[in-house]
């Protein structure tokens, strides 16, 4: 049962493929930052996009997400919160990791601005641009 779709904005830390069972996993370690000045905390997921089951070919999604994410790219994910269990030190832990159902590379505030500047320019005289 799904109780949550979570959408997040942070750095890449890291991108990995991995094969598991014949299916393809790529993951991505994702920064956060929150809180400001002294406050200021990061917190990291663990972001898992499955492939397709069975299947041994990266999606378009993950051979995208590999070639155009590198530590320290801004990413918008969105997904699945999952809960995980692992060996820690003091014994067995719970993680929450993401499971992604899409992603995308944010675009800069200046190319938005560019954009928006280029589009009043094409409008029409007369035209009200939005």
Do not use: H
């Not at 996993?25 to 920064?31: D, F, I, M, N």
């Not at 990061?42 to 070919?57: A, C, E, H, L, P």
């Not at 200046?110 to 928006?116: G, K, L, M, P």
Request: glycine fraction near 10%.
């Amino acid at each position: 049962m799904n109780i949550c779709t979570i959408t997040i904005s942070g750095l890449v830390n890291r991108v990995e493929a991995k094969n598991i069972g014949g299916t393809v996993l790529v993951k991505l370690g994702v920064k956060v930052r929150t809180g400001f000045g002294e406050k200021t905390q990061n917190t990291y997921f663990n972001v898992n996009m499955w492939g397709r089951k069975g299947s041994s070919d990266l999606t378009p999604a993950q051979e995208a997400a590999i070639k155009q994410l590198k530590d320290g790219s801004p990413v918008v994910i969105s997904g699945k919160l999952e809960p995980r269990e692992y060996e820690g030190k003091n014994g067995t832990a719970t993680s929450l990791d993401i499971r992604c159902t899409d992603w995308a590379k944010p675009r800069s505030f200046e190319e938005a601005n560019s954009q928006a500047r280029t589009e009043r320019i094409m409008a029409e005289p007369g035209e009200v641009p939005f």
